[in-house]
């Protein structure tokens, strides 16, 4: 499949509950939680900022959690990247489901705001569409 440029309207980052993926969605968040989800089939980056510093203990807890996600400090001040590995039919309900975490850790994570994502697929996946996401939430107004 060539790169291409992922679409900035609405309907190409649905997931498939209606929520703005690049949003998260609880949702998609727990459906992947499910034993019956499969194994991981997507790898997500995403870059997010709060308006107040996450604990380091937060930070410590998410590598803790058992879905293989965690969140990591770059060297900028309140700008966090936060990793993980989900069963997804496409990238984008992938993106949906690991910023549902987010969501789903609202006492921890009080206000997000994502500027980047990045969905691919693991070597033993077989999504069902080939909609792959990687861009910038600002190139939107494009």
Same mark, same amino acid.
């Given at each position: 499949m060539?790169e291409?440029?992922?679409?900035?309207?609405?309907?190409?980052?649905?997931?498939?509950?209606?929520?703005?993926?690049r949003?998260?969605?609880?949702?998609?968040y727990?459906?992947s939680?499910?034993?019956?989800a499969?194994?991981?089939?997507?790898?997500? #980056?995403?870059w997010f900022?709060?308006?107040? +510093? &996450? *604990?380091?203990?937060?930070?410590?807890?998410?590598h803790h959690?058992g879905?293989?996600?965690?969140?990591d400090?770059?060297?900028a001040?309140?700008?966090y990247?936060?990793?993980g590995?989900?069963?997804a039919?496409?990238s984008?309900q992938?993106v949906?489901s690991?910023?549902?975490f987010?969501?789903?850790?609202?006492?921890?994570?009080d206000?997000? #705001?994502?500027?980047?994502t990045?969905?691919? +697929? &693991? *070597?033993?996946a077989?999504?069902?569409?080939?909609?792959r996401?990687?861009?910038?939430i600002?190139?939107r107004?494009r």
């Amino acid at each position: 499949m060539t790169e291409r440029s992922m679409p900035h309207d609405f309907a190409s980052w649905a997931c498939p509950h209606g929520q703005d993926a690049r949003q998260g969605c609880a949702a998609c968040y727990a459906e992947s939680a499910d034993p019956g989800a499969g194994p991981p089939g997507w790898e997500v #980056t995403a870059w997010f900022t709060t308006e107040q +510093p &996450l *604990p380091i203990r937060t930070l410590q807890d998410v590598h803790h959690h058992g879905r293989q996600f965690s969140i990591d400090q770059p060297s900028a001040p309140l700008v966090y990247l936060l990793t993980g590995r989900t069963p997804a039919r496409d990238s984008v309900q992938a993106v949906a489901s690991v910023l549902g975490f987010l969501l789903h850790e609202r006492y921890t994570v009080d206000g997000f #705001t994502v500027t980047e994502t990045r969905a691919t +697929p &693991l *070597p033993a996946a077989e999504p069902g569409t080939d909609r792959r996401t990687d861009a910038w939430i600002s190139d939107r107004s494009r």
